[in-house]
Antibody, heavy 121, light 109 residues
């Protein structure tokens, strides 16, 4: 059974940093690209960032480019999102999502339950 | 960036009725790389349809997708109680510009 478990969310002040993690199990992690998708309270879904199977390609939404960094550790079956210079508009539930392909098709067949991030003073 | 518009915003129907949800793109979606997700309150999204018309693993055949270019449709042939939820379309043909529509809420009339 595929499982994606996010952690690391919490309350953080504007301008500070936070690091999210996603622990994956139930599939061959290094066969697939992975992504982060967020959802602000009461709002829709917004793709944030993606990474291909070997970390050779990392892509970001314009809204987070230069502030967020995605990474993965295939030996540990884990995905991370380093979030710097956080803003109030980054407040959201952050989901880890598995891609259906290794290169990063952008199609998500499994999602974690999410971790909440609140940016407020 | 491809902008997706979904209509209606809310669809109020009774169990057993047919639901027709629309997703329109601001420009042609290459390769029909259009997906539909279902999300229930407090839960993560679930993939229903990809490639505009292919059902994901384990999705009942009452869910069907159609369309190409800029106009796409999700049809639920006969609504079951568990189908009342939020539905999002997503285009994934112009990575890294992956975008979602604003969603259609299907609620009980």
């Amino acid at each position: 059974e595929v499982q994606l478990v996010e952690s690391g969310g919490g309350l953080v002040q504007p301008g500070r940093s936070l690091r999210l993690s996603c622990a994956a199990s139930g599939f061959t992690f290094d066969d697939y690209a992975m992504h982060w998708v967020r959802q602000a309270p009461g709002k829709g879904l917004e793709w944030v960032s993606g990474i291909n199977w070997n970390s050779g390609r990392k892509v970001y939404a314009d809204s987070v480019k230069g502030r967020f960094t995605i990474s993965r550790d295939n030996a540990k079956n884990s995905l991370d999102l380093q979030m710097n210079s956080l803003r109030a508009e980054d407040t959201a539930f952050y989901y880890c999502a598995k891609d259906m392909q290794s290169y990063g098709s952008g199609l998500f067949d499994y999602w974690g339950q999410g971790t909440p991030v609140t940016v407020s003073s | 960036e491809i902008v997706l518009t979904q209509s209606p915003g809310t669809l109020s129907l009774s169990p057993g009725e047919r639901a027709t949800l629309s997703c329109r793109a601001s420009q042609s979606v290459s390769g029909s790389y259009l997906a539909w997700y279902q999300q229930k309150p407090g839960q993560a999204p679930r993939l229903l349809i990809y490639g505009a018309s292919s059902r994901a693993t384990g999705i009942p055949d009452r869910f069907s997708g159609s369309g190409s270019g800029t106009d796409f449709t999700l049809t639920i042939s006969r609504l079951e109680p568990e189908d009342f939820a939020m539905y999002y379309c997503q285009q994934y043909g112009s990575s890294p510009g992956i975008t979602f529509g604003p969603g259609t809420k299907v609620d009980i009339k």
